[in-house]
């Protein structure tokens, strides 16, 4: 018999009690309050009036989580009964083993709708820590999807204290995982614990033992809790960046020895060094960290972190008296250029200004220190500060094997840095599905249009700049792109040998452009320079030169294109971009760097898109960005070089991300075999690279048996009436879609090779909408279905593009073929198959009836010189109008604070206040149906929003 959820949960608790967590039983908010003074009082060796509380009370339930999280270690300034000031403490971060700890579990909180809440960890009172469970056997994403259907419907109910949760922990037993408080993440985003050897924690126990231990629970939440300035979230450390910190500290603490980290690309080493350097800046020991990044690194999102952590720490100009200035004043953290730092050092002119600093302690933390300029720079530190102590990070240290042919000798990361202090390897990164794995595809063989192959030579230049080659490249890219990026979901990067070859390949996809042949966005940016040769031999990607030459010489002829260039992305954005100087090039740079990350963002338009960067060398080390997911690459790559190049596509994001995509047009295959050996091991190709077509062609077909099982034909979903059934249908389904997901990247990918066709696969969609739709409308008074915790990952089915205003085109189109003739037997046909592609695209179920409207009344009605869209959006705005009227009447509201609701919500995302819907009604409800009220209110003004204004696409809204 397997164990069931309340003997898990029991379990824990007699646990976390053995650990010293104190246990308590509490049922409710009234309890959660009560406790909250009790131990608060405790912490404090304070009493508190009830008149005290309840403004302590008030302070604490105000902002988001976010802003919560600033409260929560911040003291309160508290004016008592006497008039004296007393500072609150609610949680003590320096000490962090000296709070009060309690257990306990099944908190009942009444919001939208009534939850209870599995195993909550309170410190002083307020609950730190919520812990959700789900049976032996089911899987942990249901614990996921409970925790965010609290955080939607109670979590904010009596005083929000249940917004103060810092970490979230889920398990099923068997796997346990943990993650930050933070609504904007995915699945993906959550992780497992590990021991310093990277061996996984995944048994709940063993989790307790090493992760909820009161210490250590608190010393994450009080040091490696990061409050992300620029998204206002909380990010917590992965185990293998704790370890990397903790190491550091120790080494600092202990030992002048340098030392470094092998953490691999895609890791968060940023993240990790910036934790680093913000606990070495709190040692009295330590005179100033100064964070050393490349100049190319020093974008607007790095600047802007250090500097809400450290105000005017970062510095951003080229003027290297600056930093001296920095170096010699108060600033505990400097973040600075390698390059400039250089200067400080090496220029008698500042010698005077730094020699105060010779014999002081300073921490340099060296972010990307496999650079090939960093051996030079090595060696005027340690000859300028003999009392510095260094620690660089890598994802691809350099060792003996890829040293060959550095201008500094063969000197290794460990030359230089000493010993490796944490190792955490692309294997490792892998297996905890922290970064994902890669689909390489070679096409050295390219067939010309009377079907003979181009065979590749070795060596050859000409061979491999020859225009015919490179437009035959270009067709492939074109045919395939939609294919590789999910239909431009993601947007791709294509580095090739040098800047002579990229502009024949930029002119080539211009050209093709002209003639109609793509509408693809490429975007592009080169230094202007003389031409060479890949330079190959060691690995190395060649750092990204921002100085822009203005004497005549041979590289005026790509100045000149580049120029061009920049004006074809002018015109495209909408900028004023130049490569007049290096100042203006730089510029140019980062705003190529802030549209490429910008698309990760929520709120990013499809306008601001680019669909490939094409570049020599510059975005191919250290650049992060989740909505990349593939690099075509025509170049000679190798070791380091290679791994880093292939890093930029494998960021986790969601389901719909399932793999970097790799596409070379070289047989790099022995160096890409080399690389993985080196950095990772021998064995590691399974590991790192996801299975051939044929393996996942054959799992569809597996789940298609599993699904016919189930259901035999889509009609029989119908039939399947209890909802453990439709679960296993949604499972089964589900895991077709992830299959399907994966082989549609391949190139040779076809329907028929599956054993469902396309049509009955969009039946089975269908159903499976249907079931999707029954779970999102369930009534205050039904109790909760298990189809409710399933992920349905819309994301795997929905095209984005097929939005409004898709559909609008599409009604634009048959408009202008038909002159509406809507007897016509053609136009019934086209009108069917737009009503079915509404009726299948999950996004647009929710105003099927108002589409459908517009079709069967205004369209046959439309003037020949009447614009669609302008009649249209006359009628959407009218329905909109007419369905915030009814809102209005059936629950006797003012319309105007209604119409304001739903532009604050619009604005900020956040639901409105009780206050504010009861003082939108023309009679108050009675007390006791206040709560009724405002959560039929709120449920009804965001259904508007989410019909009226959600998957519209770029159709200008009227007002």
Sequence with gaps: MTQSEAELEQQLIDRLTGLGYEPVTLRNAEDLKANLKTQLEKHNHIKLSDTEFKSVLNHLDKGNVFDRAKRLRDKMELRRDDGNTFYLEFLNTEHWCQNQYQVTNQITQQGKYKNRY??????????????????RGLELKE??????????????????????????????????????????????????????????ITQLEDFADSFLEKCHVSKMICKYIVLHESDKVLMVLRPYQYYAVEAIIERVKNTDKNGYIWHTTGSGKTLTSFKAAQILTQFPKVHKVLFVVDRADLDYQTSKEFNYFSPNCVDTTDNTKQLVEQMAGDNPLIVTTIQKLNRAIKSQRHEAAMESLK??????????????????????????????????????????????????????????FQECLHKYVITNAIADENVLKFSVEYWGKLKRKDGTLITEPKLDRDFFENPDRISLIVDWIIANHNRKTHGRKFSAMLCVSNVDTLITYYETFKNKQKQGLHDLRVITIFTPSDNEEDEDANGLIGEPDFNISTDKSSSSHSRDKLNEFIADYNQMYQTQHSAKDSQAFYAYYKDISKRMKDRDRENFQDAERADILLVVNMFLTGFDVKKLNTLYVDKNLKYHGLIQAYSRTNRILSELKSQGNIVCFRNLKENTDRAVALFSDPNANEQIFIEPYEYYIEEFNKGVQELRAIATIPNDVNKLISEDDQVEFVKAFRNLIRSLNVSKSFTQFSFSDLNLDEQTFEDYKSKYLDIYDRTRNRRDDEPESPVEEVDFELELIQRDEINVSYILKLLANLQREQQVDVASEEYQTQKATILEIISQEAQLRNKRDLLEKFIEERLPTLEPEEEIETVFQKFWSQERIATIQHLCQEENLKIDIVQQMIADYKFSGKEPLRETVLSACNEKPKLLDRKKVFDRVVSKLLDIVNKFDDAIGEMEEED
């Design 118 to 135: 599995d195993v909550t960890l309170l410190i002083n009172g307020l609950p730190l820590v919520q812990i959700e469970l789900k049976r």
């Design 143 to 200: 614990a996921f999807n409970q925790i965010n259907r609290y955080q939607r419907h109670s979590y904010g109910a009596d005083n929000g204290l249940f917004q103060y949760i810092q970490i979230f922990v889920i398990s099923n037993g068997v796997n346990t995982r943990y993650y930050a408080n933070n609504r904007k993440q995915e699945f993906k985003q959550t992780f497992y614990w590990a021991d310093q050897e990277n061996n996984l």
């Design 359 to 416: 014999d002081k302690r300073i921490v340099f933390i060296f972010d990307e220190c496999h650079r090939s300029q960093f051996g030079e720079t090595h060696k005027n530190i340690v000859k300028f500060f003999p009392q510095a102590q260094m620690f660089g990070f890598t994802g691809t240290p350099i060792f003996a094997d890829n040293a060959a042919g550095n201008q500094h000798g063969k000197r290794t990361t460990k030359d230089l």
